[in-house]
């Protein structure tokens, strides 16, 4: 079941919300960055997503059919993330564009694993959550690319903070899960 990956790989669904945390922190702390700075970040929070999830799909790939969902986010991060670094250059249009289709993408699947998991764990809801406030963010960002990326910094740090607040609270709800299934 995919309850069963997430649970055992909940210390990969904590690592990636620090990470978007101190992400959102370095933003704030750093508001004069440059756009090169900024996608370069981005890419490496973008990685971090992605080898979490293929991570967790490779490792629970027999325990569940729709470990699939885990390795297409984590394939759609990393090419994302590889897009991003290794093109840093891009326009501030084109890596808002990029930003916006890695979120709506990411948090379309965040959805559907929290639909699946809805009869298999509690808190699940923060899954969705997390996948909802994922969308939010990339159509805002269809909606408004004449804002420049450092003009949406500030809101680039406010979604990767709460994103990565909601997955810790995700990782600490998975954690529970797995000890419940060890002990039972």
Not at 84 to 94: K, Q
Not at 132 to 154: C, D, N, S
């Amino acid at each position: 079941m995919l309850s069963h990956i997430l649970s055992r790989y909940w210390w990969a669904t904590l690592l990636r919300g620090v990470v978007s945390v101190l992400f959102g922190l370095v933003v704030f702390a750093w508001p004069g960055m440059s756009v090169l700075t900024l996608t370069l970040l981005f890419g490496a929070l973008v990685l971090a997503h992605g080898i979490g999830n293929i991570a967790a799909a490779i490792g629970g790939r027999d325990e569940s059919e729709t470990w699939w969902v885990l390795l297409l986010t984590g394939g759609v991060a990393i090419c994302a993330a590889l897009v991003t670094l290794i093109s840093p250059g891009i326009t501030a249009v084109t890596l808002l564009f990029l930003i916006a289709v890695w979120a709506i993408v990411t948090g379309f699947l965040e959805v559907v694993t929290a639909v699946e998991l809805r009869r298999e764990i509690d808190g699940e809801l923060w899954l969705g959550l997390g996948g909802l406030v994922t969308i939010a963010f990339g159509v805002f960002l269809l909606a408004r690319p004449e804002m420049g990326a450092l003009a949406v910094a500030w809101l680039i740090a406010c979604y990767a903070i709460g994103f990565g607040a909601i997955q810790i609270v995700q990782a600490f709800e998975a954690r529970a899960l797995f000890r419940k299934i060890i002990g039972a």
